[in-house]
Structures are given as structure tokens and as C-alpha cells.
């Protein structure tokens, strides 16, 4: 598979990556260990290189699987984690130098490491994107050698463009076909600092992939169930924000727009026409899925006119409800 650079990490990673917050689940049911190291496995034999992960995915067992495979399979993953979201209330008086120095220190642990190859603010409330305090102590476990490089996970454009006056490696941000706003200000920031971009929820939590249809339901457990309204967490994770009903048309649009009911390769390859972005990190709960994602690699560029289409579906049915909110 391609690789890019990672931003001043220096490191390249594959342009596919994976994502772990569903690793081994079915939202809601219990963490599978032996799925969780099936779809490790099958990441490795396809020669993906990038995992992002968290302390708070499954409870730590993301992170401990990861762990346990890595010790097994040494320097097979860069492996990107996050911190923040363990703290309750979340708030931005709750963020403390001894918190992240803790959190580090957590991660540690569990994946198995002597150095995290990438710590991620995780989402915190807005004021911590201008926290010296915070952004020192991310300085001083580099020169610990506790983490190779930091960077921050966003909601809105505007916490990214704020980050960017610190030292940050990476930056993690939505970027999808339902979610266009970055391209305006914030990549071109981004890439004139030499961050990378890691691309999340790429399939706008799986509408992208063009299975679902308006009367398709979820577990009660299942974030897109209960968070449609940000009920738990930033109602941009879920479906990228955008209401159920009028993704389901949008991605009715896409499949007649490239003439295939079987979006989910062609959404990660328009993700990747973007030289911005470093690596893009779709969510598989099952390693069939993560098969599946991966031909987004093979597939020829996308044309001229395939490209200006999407841009006028979001224009026309997304832009006015999607981006002025992040
Ligand atoms: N705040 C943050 O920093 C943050 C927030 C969200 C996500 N993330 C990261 O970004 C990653 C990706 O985001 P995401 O998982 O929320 O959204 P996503 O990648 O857009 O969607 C993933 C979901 O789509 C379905 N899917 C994936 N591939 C498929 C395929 N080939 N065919 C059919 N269905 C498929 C699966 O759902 P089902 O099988 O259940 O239908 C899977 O759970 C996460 O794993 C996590 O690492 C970070």
C-alpha cells in the first residue's frame, strides 16, 4: 500500500490506517478478543502500518490488545493513542499537567511500550486548545522520551487553526464526503506547519458505505442510536452530524453518481485524492470490513467530473446545515 509522509513526525505511514474504537464490538455488546485480534491480524497481513486507538476504547481493551499483539509482532503499527475523555466530568478545569502525565503513563502500560509513538488530546473542551499548561507538559514527556510526538484530536476547524500555534505533530479531524469545511482554512494551515492529518469517520459511521436505508435500526447501545442529538458526546461522530434521513438520500445520490451500491472503497479514495491528509482510518468491527476498505487502495483516481459532483451534492443538500456547525 502507498505511504505518506506523517507530517514532521517524519515517519510515512500507510495512506489506510485503522480505526479501533469498535475493535471487536458490536456497539454495546461485550469486547471480543479473538475478533479484536482477527482484525489486527488481517491489518497486518495488509500491510497496514497505522492504527489509532484510545484509552477509553472498550474500557483500555483497544489498547491492550494492540499491546499484546505488538509485543508478539514487534514495530509492525505506528500506533497513534488519545487522552482526556477518562476524566469526569470533562471539562477544561479537570485538564492538568499531572492528569496527561497520568494518562501517558496508563498508556504505556497497556500497549506495551517504552514511548508512545503519538499521544492525541482527546477532543477536549475548546479553552484546552489554548493551555499553555497542558501543551508544556506534552514538551516535557517528549523530552522525557514518554512520547515520540503530540498533536490533538478536533471537533471544529477553529480548535485546529487555535493548536496550531503549539508544537503539534498530527492533527485528527472529520474529513468525509458529508464534510467538506476543512479544506478551507484548516488544511492549508495544517500542511504550512508540516501536521498531519489523520481522516476519522470516513464513512460517516457507515452511511458512507451506502448499506444502510431509513429503515435500518441500531441497538439501543449503539451511538447511533442515542447520540443522533450529541445526547453523550459532539453529535458530529454520529453520522458526521448529518440527520439520518437526508444522509440516506445523499448516499442514494453517490450511488448513482459511481454507479455501485458499494460505496465504502469509493469514499475512503476521495478522502485520499486529498495530498493533505496523511492517512485516513476507517472503523471495522469485523475484519471482513476492514478487507473491504483496504481495495480503496487499488482503485484508479477519481475523475474531474466524480470529484465536482460530490461537491455539488454537499453544496447543494449538506453546506447550509453542516458547515457553519463545525
Ligand atoms: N474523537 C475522536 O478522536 C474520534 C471519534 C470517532 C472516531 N474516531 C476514530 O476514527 C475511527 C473511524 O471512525 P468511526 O468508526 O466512528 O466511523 P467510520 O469509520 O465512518 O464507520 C465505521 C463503521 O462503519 C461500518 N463499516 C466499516 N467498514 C465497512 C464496510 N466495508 N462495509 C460495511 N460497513 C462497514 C462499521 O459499522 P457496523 O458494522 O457496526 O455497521 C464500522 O463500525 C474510529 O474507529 C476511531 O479510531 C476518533
Not at 156 to 170: F, N, R
Not at 218 to 233: I, L, Q
Amino acid at each position: 500500500m502507498e505511504k505518506r509522509l506523517f507530517g514532521k513526525t517524519g515517519k510515512y505511514v500507510t495512506e489506510i490506517g485503522l480505526g479501533t474504537w469498535q475493535l471487536g464490538t458490536v456497539w454495546g455488546k461485550p469486547f471480543n478478543r479473538e475478533e479484536a485480534m482477527r482484525i489486527l491480524a488481517a491489518a497486518d497481513e495488509a500491510g497496514i502500518n497505522f492504527i489509532d486507538t484510545a484509552d477509553v476504547y472498550n474500557g483500555g481493551e483497544s489498547e491492550k490488545a494492540i499491546g499484546d499483539y505488538m509485543a508478539e509482532h514487534p514495530d509492525r503499527f505506528y500506533v497513534t493513542t488519545k487522552c482526556g475523555r477518562q476524566l469526569k466530568p470533562h471539562t477544561a478545569e479537570m485538564y492538568t499537567p499531572e492528569a496527561v502525565a497520568g494518562f501517558i503513563q496508563e498508556s504505556l502500560k497497556r500497549l506495551k511500550r517504552e514511548r508512545l509513538d503519538m499521544i492525541l488530546l482527546h477532543c477536549p473542551p475548546t479553552p484546552v486548545f489554548a493551555r499553555d499548561d497542558i501543551f508544556a507538559e506534552l514538551d516535557r514527556q517528549k523530552k522525557a522520551g514518554n512520547i515520540a510526538d503530540y498533536g490533538v484530536s478536533i471537533e471544529k476547524t477553529s480548535e485546529g487553526l487555535q493548536a496550531l500555534d503549539y508544537d503539534i505533530s498530527a492533527m485528527e479531524v472529520i474529513f468525509n464526503m458529508f464534510r467538506l469545511k476543512p479544506l478551507d482554512e484548516l488544511f492549508p494551515a495544517a500542511a504550512a506547519k508540516n501536521v498531519g492529518i489523520i481522516a476519522r469517520v470516513p464513512l460517516a459511521s457507515g452511511i458512507l458505505t451506502g448499506k444502510f436505508t431509513k429503515e435500518t435500526t441500531f441497538g439501543e447501545k449503539d451511538h447511533r442510536s442515542f447520540n443522533r442529538e450529541g445526547a453523550s458526546f459532539d453529535k458530529g461522530e454520529t453520522f458526521s452530524g448529518v440527520p439520518y434521513d437526508l444522509g440516506i438520500d445523499c448516499a442514494e445520490e453517490l450511488k448513482k453518481i459511481f454507479g455501485t451500491d458499494k460505496l465504502a472503497p469509493i469514499a475512503i479514495r476521495w478522502i485520499l485524492m486529498h495530498p493533505e491528509v496523511s492517512v485516513v482510518i476507517p472503523g471495522a468491527s469485523r475484519a471482513e470490513q476492514l478487507q473491504n476498505n483496504i481495495c480503496a487502495a487499488e482503485l484508479a483516481p477519481l475523475s474531474k467530473a466524480q470529484m465536482e459532483a460530490v461537491q455539488i451534492l454537499y453544496d447543494t443538500r449538506l453546506r447550509q446545515i453542516i458547515h457553519s456547525q463545525w
